[in-house]
């Protein structure tokens, strides 16, 4: 299965300011997809990275808010723009497909003060 | 609207016994499940994945089991080890507009009691 390095593994980031986080994957991968993991809850899709196109987005999240880059097949980016205290939460991207599993990389702890 | 539902958050358990973790669903058009095992500061791990059309798997230590007219399904851990002290997510798979997604439960976390 793939591997995935994420980064950074955590950052304390002030309100309104904005937070790359960085997917790498060891092998080529059509579709890369980004979680969130609010405190206490079950992990979120924000969206699906598909390399070449725009990334599709799940209800409640927008690329104003999430934009997302994707300009390879073993590299995305996952931006958190002007955030507040309700985004702190741990990020997840992963790959893979059912019913092989997925593969998650180590997540981004992030805490807005 | 929670798709996906582990009603437990918490289950501690004797060494050696069994681990019994449940998760309901209500979409009938789940295709695969799946359970994943979370460490703090680590991404979830992929343990075991079953089909709609099956009703157990087995891999080493870990079966789940699906029982469709109930809705259910549960993942057995025989014998429970210290190791499995983690946070257990279940998993269901559907596709959507061509694209496959995974909706996730709220997590149950598995204490192993030596």
């Known amino acids: 299965s793939a591997v995935i390095s994420q980064k950074p593994s955590r950052d304390i980031c002030q309100r309104g300011t904005s937070l790359t986080i960085q997917c790498q994957v060891d092998?080529?991968?059509?579709?890369m997809f980004w979680y969130r993991q609010q405190p206490g809850q079950s992990l979120t899709l924000i969206a699906t990275?598909?390399?070449?196109?725009?990334?599709?987005?799940e209800s409640g999240f927008v690329i104003d808010k999430f934009p997302i880059s994707r300009p390879n097949l073993t590299f995305s980016t996952l931006t958190v723009s002007n955030m507040s205290p309700e985004d702190s939460s741990i990020y997840l991207c992963?790959?893979?497909?059912?019913?092989?599993?997925?593969?998650f990389g180590s997540g981004t702890r992030l805490t807005v003060v | 609207d929670q798709q996906v539902k582990q009603n437990s958050p918490s289950l501690s358990v004797q060494e050696g016994r069994i681990s019994i973790l449940n998760c309901d669903y209500t979409?009938?058009?789940?295709?695969?499940f799946l359970w994943y095992k979370k460490y703090p500061a680590e991404g979830p791990t992929f343990l075991i994945s079953?089909?709609?059309?099956?009703d157990k798997n087995e891999d080493g230590r870990f079966t789940v089991f699906l029982n469709k007219s109930a809705k259910h399904l549960s993942l057995h851990i025989v014998p429970s080890q210290p190791g499995d002290s983690a946070v257990y997510f279940c998993?269901?798979?559907?596709?959507?507009?061509?694209?496959?997604?995974?909706?996730f439960g709220q997590g149950t976390r598995l204490t192993i009691n030596p």
């Open positions: 992963s790959v893979g497909q059912t019913p092989y599993g997925y593969t």
């Open positions: 092998s080529q991968v059509t579709m």
């Open positions: 990275a598909n390399q070449g196109s725009e990334a599709t987005y």
């Open positions: 979409n009938s058009m789940f295709d695969y």
């Open positions: 079953i089909s709609s059309i099956k």
């Open positions: 998993a269901a798979s559907t596709k959507i507009q061509g694209a496959q997604k995974l909706v």
